[in-house]
């Protein structure tokens, strides 16, 4: 079984510039090849969904997980970053994902951040 993940933000709002900062965890442990946490950009629209941008905070950890392993981490966002945007026609928005790269489906635990002006 593969290492389900924990993701807490030290907060929701954040600007350009500025790092986005928290903890990914596993508190059961198991298998992983690599755990790293993502700010990504992301666009839907009714007919199409994609992941514009994505900014790694690299290998946070390689191997298997012990039960309780949790790492701080922080991704910078550019300086010149476009903010979150929502009409009847679709949908832009910034997100910070946890992953956790093992054989099968990756575990992932996500949430949303708002960037402001």
Do not use: K
């Not at 965890?25 to 199409?48: D, I, K, L, M, Q």
Request: hydrophobic residues 40%.
């Amino acid at each position: 079984m593969g290492a389900d993940l924990i993701l807490e933000l030290d907060r929701a709002h954040f600007r350009a510039g500025e790092e986005v900062t928290g903890m990914v965890g596993s508190p059961a442990g198991g298998r992983a090849r690599a755990v790293w946490v993502e700010v990504r950009y992301r666009e839907r629209t009714e007919s199409f969904s994609s992941c514009r941008l994505a900014l790694s905070s690299g290998a946070l950890h390689e191997g298997e997980l012990a039960p309780g392993w949790s790492s701080r981490f922080a991704v910078r966002l550019p300086a010149d970053i476009l903010p979150g945007y929502r009409s009847t026609h679709g949908e832009l928005w910034w997100e910070v994902g946890a992953v956790s790269d093992r054989i099968g489906p990756d575990a992932q635990e996500r949430r949303r951040i708002e960037v402001l002006p």
